[in-house]
């Protein structure tokens, strides 16, 4: 019987999406970027952006010299900007600690400011063609149904969820890192969590969840958050205003974008303590220099 890695290295590479980040020539600094850009935004979205990112800043040392206000007007709508902020920082210290180059080795890698365990192993596997266990929401759904027969993973386990993934990849990185990529590839696109496409997926004759009838997945959930009304749909409107701003704007500006006083000066409160706006001494506001 074939393996989940031999099913997947068989359907990967005629099916994976043509993604820019994919093609050849992109760099580990490109992987890197496009991981921090993908952390809960989806793929349409960070196409466009992605590309005139590594246009403007193809390198670590670009980015690094960038101002902060810059980098949060390029990064535009991808939302969650603190992200963009952590990726400025990570460029710097690889500039400054590791020659321009992105690091290849976890340990240096989860050193850098925003980058934690998968998405240094993401980089590594992706962007350096090593073999490490890459574990995402997609991921782990594709392992509870093909290999444990469950209708979803449940809540995460960080050590047996790499452990499980790390016993489905070849001993060797390159067939490893394809494995990687087309576990996460077919948990996008075709063992999704509310429409599977069983009948176009590679590993359908060794699908513990088909064998089994497909039982229902009862266990707990992670609640869906929302967006309309929620601090984060407030800070990205002052966000707004900033960024379409060439210069510091008065308070009153700030005012408009968003009618609850008190929910508004909260959250402006919290983009000045992240570091995602400033107060002038005359009292106006700008993205930081």
């Given at each position: 019987?074939?393996?989940v890695?031999?099913?997947?290295?068989?359907?990967?590479?005629?099916?994976?999406?043509?993604l820019?980040?994919?093609?050849?020539?992109?760099?580990?600094?490109?992987?890197?970027?496009?991981?921090?850009?993908?952390?809960?935004?989806?793929?349409?979205?960070?196409?466009?952006?992605?590309?005139?990112?590594?246009?403007?800043?193809?390198?670590?040392s670009?980015l690094a010299?960038?101002?902060?206000?810059d980098v949060?007007?390029?990064?535009?709508k991808l939302?969650y900007?603190r992200?963009?902020?952590?990726?400025?920082?990570?460029?710097a210290?690889?500039?400054e600690?590791?020659?321009?180059?992105?690091?290849?080795?976890l340990d240096?890698?989860?050193?850098?400011?925003?980058?934690?365990?998968?998405?240094?192993?993401?980089?590594?596997?992706?962007?350096?063609?090593?073999?490490?266990a890459?574990?995402?929401?997609?991921?782990?759904?594709?392992?509870?149904?093909?290999?444990?027969?469950?209708?979803?993973?449940?809540?995460?386990?960080?050590t047996?969820?790499?452990?499980?993934?790390d016993?489905?990849?070849?001993?060797?990185?390159?067939?490893?890192?394809a494995?990687?990529?087309g576990?996460?590839?077919?948990?996008?696109?075709?063992?999704?969590?509310?429409?599977p496409?069983?009948?176009?997926?590679p590993?359908?004759?060794?699908?513990?969840?088909?064998s089994?009838?497909?039982?229902?997945?009862?266990g707990?959930r992670?609640?869906?958050?929302?967006?309309?009304?929620?601090?984060?749909?407030v800070r990205?409107r002052?966000?707004?205003?900033?960024?379409?701003?060439?210069?510091?704007?008065?308070?009153?500006?700030?005012?408009?974008?968003?009618?609850?006083?008190?929910?508004?000066?909260?959250?402006?409160?919290?983009?000045?303590?992240?570091?995602?706006?400033?107060?002038?001494?005359?009292?106006?506001f700008?993205?930081?220099?």
């Open positions: 019987m074939s393996s890695s031999d099913l997947i290295l068989a359907w990967y590479p005629a099916h994976a999406r043509d820019p980040w994919r093609r050849a020539g992109t760099t580990p600094w490109g992987v890197l970027v496009s991981e921090f850009m993908l952390q809960q935004t989806p793929v349409a979205r960070v196409e466009p952006v992605w590309l005139l990112w590594m246009q403007q800043w193809p390198a670590p670009a010299a960038a101002s902060r206000a949060l007007r390029a990064w535009g939302g900007p992200r963009a902020l952590r990726l400025h920082a990570a460029a210290a690889i500039a600690s590791h020659g321009d180059v992105v690091p290849s080795e240096e890698l989860e050193a850098l400011p925003g980058v934690g365990s998968y998405t240094a192993r993401a980089v590594a596997a992706f962007g350096y063609g090593r073999r490490a890459v574990v995402d929401t997609n991921v782990r759904r594709v392992v509870a149904r093909a290999v444990h027969g469950a209708g979803d993973a449940g809540p995460a386990r960080s047996a969820d790499l452990a499980a993934v016993a489905l990849l070849p001993a060797t990185d390159a067939p490893a890192a494995v990687s990529a576990l996460m590839e077919l948990g996008a696109v075709l063992c999704t969590a509310r429409a496409r069983c009948g176009s997926c590993l359908q004759t060794i699908c513990g969840w088909r089994a009838g497909y039982p229902v997945y009862t707990p992670k609640p869906v958050q929302g967006f309309a009304g929620t601090d984060r749909q990205g002052l966000l707004d205003v900033l960024r379409a701003a060439p210069g510091p704007v008065e308070r009153a500006l700030l005012d408009a974008a968003w009618s609850d006083a008190g929910q508004r000066d909260r959250c402006l409160d919290s983009l000045l303590v992240d570091g995602l706006a400033e107060q002038h001494d005359d009292g106006r700008a993205l930081p220099a």
